[in-house]
């Protein structure tokens, strides 16, 4: 992380132009039954597409009531046992742990020195530069209005197992210019190495949405 960025070329996202640059896609819907994609799925390469897959089960209730409106959760890398979460817009600069197990409360985390705008996803994966320790990636993108001439990615490093609630400091942040102005975005990607990133926006006109990259 240097600068505020994500090396050297992470100020700009690079864009696809639509379907014909998404790569491989799906060309049936779901199975009726909720079951896979049927036959005209295509494989993208690289991890095998899960075949099957067993029905949702309860296990408990998120047991944070301040956790009113959850707009992104990933599972630790630290400890895998810990789901990190947070508000969508109007919260502070929040993450909130719940337990994989039966979704009690284990904690709030503040991220130190962090303005939160409009938080929208969270995403795990390494740190920059540093393959072996563990971030988290906090994705402050959204923008309904498509009015920011900016948006930020807060990098933080993953607490400990077992870490007791208490201020996180971050890495830094990775601040991003869309190509074409602003997009109203929800999802991020991180590559497990750190070394790149994905947000997805919500689609224009026509329901098309882009995948806008960084680094790599």
Same mark, same amino acid.
């Given at each position: 992380? *240097?600068?505020?960025? &994500? /090396?050297? =070329? #992470?100020? $700009?996202?690079r864009a696809g132009d639509g379907p014909a640059d998404a790569g491989p896609?799906?060309?049936?819907?779901?199975?009726?039954?909720?079951?896979?994609?049927?036959?005209?799925?295509?494989?993208?390469?690289?991890?095998?597409r899960c075949e099957a897959w067993a029905s949702p089960a309860s296990v408990?209730?998120?047991?944070?009531?301040?956790?009113?409106?959850?707009?992104g959760v990933v599972a630790g890398r630290v400890d895998p046992s810990r789901?990190?979460?947070h508000n969508d817009?109007?919260?502070?600069?929040v993450l909130y742990a719940l337990s994989v197990e039966d979704g009690r409360s284990?904690? *709030?985390?503040?991220? &130190? /020195?962090? =303005? #939160?705008? $409009?938080?929208?996803?969270?995403?795990?994966?390494?740190?920059?530069?540093?393959?072996?320790?563990?971030?988290?990636?906090?994705?402050?993108?959204?923008?309904?209005g498509r009015q920011r001439a900016?948006?930020?990615?807060?990098?933080?490093?993953?607490?400990?197992?077992?870490?007791?609630p208490g201020p996180l400091r971050p890495l830094g942040a990775v601040t991003l210019q869309y190509p074409g102005g602003a997009r109203d975005a929800e999802a991020l990607l991180v590559a497990p190495d750190g070394a790149a990133l994905w947000i997805i926006d919500k689609g224009g006109e026509g329901g098309v949405s882009q995948v806008f990259e960084a680094g790599g």
């Open positions: 992380l *240097r600068d505020g960025r &994500l /090396g050297e =070329d #992470a100020g $700009d996202m896609v799906a060309d049936s819907a779901p199975a009726a039954d909720g079951g896979p994609p049927g036959d005209g799925a295509v494989d993208a390469g690289g991890p095998q408990g209730q998120a047991g944070e009531p301040l956790l009113l409106e959850a707009s789901l990190w979460l817009s109007g919260d502070d600069a284990l904690g *709030r985390f503040l991220l &130190l /020195g962090v =303005d #939160a705008v $409009d938080f929208e996803d969270i995403a795990a994966g390494a740190c920059p530069g540093e393959p072996e320790r563990a971030c988290l990636w906090v994705a402050d993108i959204g923008d309904n900016a948006v930020r990615v807060h990098v933080v490093p993953e607490p400990p197992a077992g870490a007791s």
